[in-house]
């Protein structure tokens, strides 16, 4: 009876949005009598809906995320773990595993299968768990067949390359993709990447060789080395699925694709550089589920915190975040907008280029094609009623000026400066050509930030500093019996550090600053000025992170500059 009135909800369902006619589900129904055909499959096979609408409000009704299937790329730690007859039978295909969180993730057809799925877990054992997608039939029978059907590991792949030869045609989006083997060891890779946490791909023409390269935790290694032949095929390849130009080879181009790797959604966005033994691709990858954090969970102290919601407590102004290249500025953005993001306000951002798409934030793209500079943004966002304005980041007096108004006009404005640390903030914005009476007033704080690698907590080993060491930390030095290094394991692939924290100097601006500021006070006097405040350097944040075992003396060196702390 139960599963009747399931049948009978997904038709009424169909109806109410318009998919299909009072008239058409009788049709079903009345079919339905006769062979006892499941109603979705029905009304599929008669024409009347097509099998990802039925998915999509199928998935609406039991509460199931819903995955196309036509952009997941296939994992083979994944496939291994389920054999494909089972599959096949039971309507099951595995298309992810994270060994950290011992989670499969499997697509279906059907979720209400209970005997199927106690059968699978009792085939992986109760340490692993499983989370389902709901997917549309045809693709999963299609996708079954394609997963199971082709060597999907990098090794393996590589080896069937030399075996054959590369038909460059068949290299296009489209048809049957998993018949080419370099469209799924580019896939393979890309996989690969995403579950070792690198957050860009290089792949690097040298004169006999192609390198390829992953950034992991901030630094740079060397994964995989292949013979120069490989190239042009990747090439191809990864221009095509990312919407370049494959005609284009001594242009830099720039590009983006969206696939399901590893069960969740990841962009990459590309760029290609021509070199002298051909163009340098770049995918910087951009995983909004591991990106995009909420500050509590970011492992800040609490003065920290405290003083970041001090911040965004404050109506109108500036706040601006400062660091390098690749010191998770941008991250650092998204997650105080995603603090203050909801239904009463009216985020919009400008950015170059949006790097994670988000709900409830109106999102645009700063492109010259457009002939729109963050300057002709700003001025244009100001006329669509906003309360948060995100500016990418200020490059220019005219940009610096517009966004200075805003904030005097009663906005929020966060955006991010080129400096070295919070107090740099203000010489930088002199130099691009902003008065100090309109900086004072109207700059919320600065944030500086550098990322540090966090030691594995499985390896790390405790070490007497030597006196030279102790002499960073000054009067504390004396009391520290033992600091931390890294060792290296399986668990962080040798490397002695897993993951990533930020360290931060918070620079709160009040009306004291605001004066020194005013009068063009040197580093010095605002330094002072700050200090008597509370105001805690990057590396004293940094030497603090040392004490409680957090990360290493030398990588907070190799992040923040310690040598001014020598007597």
Do not use: W
């Amino acid at each position: 009876m139960a599963e009747q009135r399931k049948k009978l909800r997904l038709g009424e369902l169909l109806v109410q949005q318009g998919l299909i006619t009072t008239d058409q589900l009788s049709i079903a129904l009345a079919e339905q009598r006769n062979n006892n055909t499941p109603i979705g499959r029905l009304l599929v096979r008669l024409g009347f809906v097509t099998e990802s609408a039925i998915r999509d409000i199928m998935a609406r009704t039991i509460g199931q995320e819903a995955i196309d299937l036509g952009h997941v790329v296939a994992d083979p730690e994944a496939l291994k773990m389920v054999a494909q007859e089972f599959a096949r039978r039971n309507r099951i295909l595995p298309i992810a595993f994270d060994p950290a969180d011992k989670v499969l993730t499997i697509a279906t057809t059907e979720i209400f299968n209970v005997v199927a799925m106690d059968q699978l877990r009792a085939m992986l054992g109760p340490q692993i768990e499983i989370k389902t997608h709901l997917a549309s039939e045809a693709q999963l029978a299609e996708y079954i067949d394609q997963f199971y059907g082709y060597e999907l590991s990098v090794d393996g792949i590589l080896k069937e390359i030399e075996t054959g030869e590369i038909d460059y045609e068949s290299l296009g989006a489209g048809g049957d993709e998993y018949t080419q083997p370099m469209v799924r060891l580019v896939n393979a890779l890309l996989v690969d990447a995403v579950k070792r946490s690198a957050s860009d791909i290089h792949f690097e023409p040298e004169y006999a060789f192609l390198r390829i390269r992953y950034r992991i935790d901030g630094v740079l290694e060397t994964v995989r080395s292949l013979h120069k032949t490989y190239f042009p095929g990747i090439t191809v390849r990864v221009k095509v699925v990312s919407g370049m130009n494959i005609a284009e080879t001594r242009s830099p181009q720039d590009g983006r694709l969206s696939l399901t790797l590893n069960g969740r959604p990841i962009d990459f966005r590309v760029s290609t550089q021509p070199t002298i033994y051909g163009e340098n691709l770049v995918l910087r990858v951009l995983d909004r589920e591991k990106s995009i954090i909420s500050l509590d969970r970011m492992n800040l102290a609490k003065e920290t915190l405290a003083k970041l919601n001090l911040m965004l407590a404050r109506p109108e102004g500036i706040l601006v975040v400062t660091g390098p290249t690749g010191s998770g500025k941008t991250t650092t953005l998204y997650s105080l907008l995603a603090q203050v993001n909801d239904e009463s306000v009216n985020i919009m951002t400008l950015e170059d280029p949006v790097e994670y798409p988000l709900t409830l934030m109106r999102q645009t793209s700063v492109n010259e094609v457009a002939r729109m500079d963050f300057a002709d943004g700003i001025r244009s966002i100001m006329r669509q009623d906003p309360d948060i304005i995100l500016v990418g980041e200020v490059r220019d007096k005219e940009t610096a000026e517009m966004a200075f108004r805003a904030a005097m006009t009663g906005h929020q404005v966060f955006t991010t400066l080129h400096t070295n640390s919070a107090l740099g903030a203000f010489p930088r914005l002199l130099d691009i050509g902003i008065q100090p009476d309109i900086m004072a007033g109207n700059i919320i704080g600065v944030i500086a930030q550098r990322l540090v690698r966090v030691l594995c907590t499985q390896c790390k080993e405790a070490y007497a500093p030597p006196k030279e060491e102790r002499q960073l930390f000054g009067s504390l030095g004396q009391k520290i019996s033992y600091l931390y290094r890294p060792v290296g394991c399986r668990t962080c692939d040798n490397k002695g550090y897993k993951g990533r924290s930020a360290i931060m100097e918070l620079l709160v601006m009040d009306a004291d600053l605001d004066e020194l500021v005013a009068r063009r006070a040197t580093a010095k006097e605002l330094r002072t000025a700050a200090l008597a405040k509370g105001f805690r350097s990057l590396a004293e944040e940094g030497l603090e992170r040392v004490i409680d075992g957090t990360t290493s003396l030398a990588e907070v060196g190799r992040a923040v500059d310690l040598t001014g702390r020598f007597d």
